[in-house]
């Protein structure tokens, strides 16, 4: 057997001899709850003695003593989707500094499946859930209360407020996305809604319709994506151009949609902004980059991720269910991808 496997276990009581401290002085100073009951110097030395003797705390030992895990998962639909990467960013440097770890669970669309996974991962005893797939009316939302599991929804909210949530203003987003097209010249334009099943694509949608109405836009049509998907975006505009050739402008509900838009223009031998502007939404990675550049909508979704663990933590912590929704302002980033009539 190699030596490193052959090594025993390094104890507590290990630690406590040789920070000379009694073992319970060690077990609050490498509890992060705990470590301000302990005066800085002893928890230096503490740590020094533990990483000096390789000591790590067991994971599953504690759970059972505490009934708590200090996992937090995370589902989401589509990790290869960009727009969950800073969300997932601001999740985990919250908790790291709170002593959680974070398990990250792809789940789709297919609600099955979601409650497969939540199920198994209650079973593994995490401490809480954030969920970044509901759909406005949700069985998972149903299953984390009659589980009793703590939850936060992020990005996409419930139409009735059952769980606290963290989200960006999607009205008022679509409304400056609006205006700005319109402060262009822009009077025929266009909307790619997303799903209206999410609460970003219908609150997006009722933004547009809202401000078309208010600008008096005479031509404002609407196509529904199905998904968040380029594919889908690049169909919407076809059906949008089918049916509306004089339209100038558009204001897609998510970046991929916008995307799609590009490739739809590109395929008829159109040009962005020259013959259409285009506005995206949610400013995710690399859209700077993209020829022409996105002008789009901004929404802070590292903070975004980062409020809705400050959320969860709270509601495993203090038991602490009472619903909360934040809403994060957007900004309106202007590039090449649109220009005046």
Do not use: W
């Amino acid at each position: 057997m190699p030596q490193d496997l052959a090594k025993k276990k390094v104890t507590m009581a290990q630690v406590a001899a040789l920070a000379g401290v009694h073992a319970s002085t060690v077990s609050r100073a490498l509890n992060p709850e705990t470590r301000s009951m302990v005066v800085p110097e002893v928890v230096d030395k503490v740590l020094e003695a533990a990483k000096s003797l390789g000591y790590r705390v067991d994971p599953i030992a504690k759970s059972l003593r505490t009934g708590r895990s200090r996992m937090i998962g995370v589902l989401i639909p589509d990790i290869s989707n960009t727009l969950f990467a800073p969300i997932l960013s601001g999740i985990n440097d919250y908790l790291n500094d709170t002593g959680y770890s974070v398990i990250v669970a792809e789940v789709g669309n297919d609600v099955a499946k979601q409650l497969e996974l939540a199920d198994r991962l209650v079973a593994h005893r995490i401490d809480g859930l954030v969920l970044g797939t509901v759909s406005r009316k949700d069985p998972i939302v149903d299953f984390c209360l009659d589980q009793s599991v703590p939850a936060v929804l992020v990005n996409r909210a419930e139409t009735s407020s059952r769980l606290s949530a963290v989200i960006s203003d999607d009205l008022t987003s679509m409304q400056l996305a609006l205006e700005h097209l319109y402060e262009l010249g822009h009077r025929r334009i266009g909307h790619i809604a997303g799903p209206p099943e999410h609460s970003t694509g219908y609150l997006r949608r009722r933004g547009f319709e809202f401000t078309a109405s208010h600008l008096e836009l005479k031509t404002a049509p609407c196509e529904v994506a199905s998904a968040y998907i380029r594919s889908e975006g690049a169909a919407a505009m076809d059906r949008l151009l089918d049916k509306y050739p004089d339209i100038t402008g558009v204001a897609a509900a998510n970046d991929l949609l916008a995307l799609g838009a590009y490739d739809a223009l590109a395929a008829r031998g159109l040009s962005c902004p020259g013959d259409i502007s285009i506005v995206g939404h949610n400013d995710m990675p690399l859209m700077d980059i993209v020829h022409p550049p996105l002008t789009t909508m901004r929404i802070g979704h590292r903070e975004m991720g980062r409020q809705a663990a400050e959320l969860l933590q709270q509601a495993i912590e203090r038991r602490d269910q009472s619903c909360r929704n934040i809403v994060l302002p957007a900004q309106l980033v202007v590039r090449n991808s649109t220009a005046p009539v």
